[in-house]
Nanobody, 121 residues
């Protein structure tokens, strides 16, 4: 079983940047597709970005395309989400997840507990 722990969240002003990390333990993330999702208060959880096990394929929600970048370091067992040009509507709890296939509408088997990102206007 893969245990995932997110970090790097916090309070930032609009236009600022944050880098989220998702560290895996108990089992390597090598071979797993990884995804980032977010859930704002009163809203459903939504897909943000995903990356294939090799890192060669990435996918983004339209709302974050050209602002966010997902990457992974399999040697460090960690996945990252670089978030630039942040907007107040990016405020949410961000979750990372591991699964077999990357993408927005696939099943992910393991989830972290989330990290809060708050963007002030």
């Amino acid at each position: 079983q893969v245990q995932l722990v997110e970090s790097g969240g916090g309070l930032v002003q609009a236009g600022g940047s944050l880098r989220l990390s998702c560290a895996a333990s108990r089992r390597t993330i090598y071979g797993y597709a990884m995804g980032w999702f977010r859930q704002a208060p009163g809203k459903e959880r939504e897909f943000v970005a995903s990356i294939s096990w090799s890192g060669s394929n990435t996918d983004y929600a339209d709302s974050v395309k050209d602002r966010f970048t997902i990457s992974r370091d399999n040697a460090k067992n960690t996945v990252y989400l670089q978030m630039n040009s942040l907007k107040p509507e990016d405020t949410a709890v961000y979750y990372c997840a591991a699964g077999v296939i990357p993408g927005p509408r696939v099943k992910y088997d393991y989830w972290g507990q989330g990290t809060q990102v708050t963007v002030s206007s």
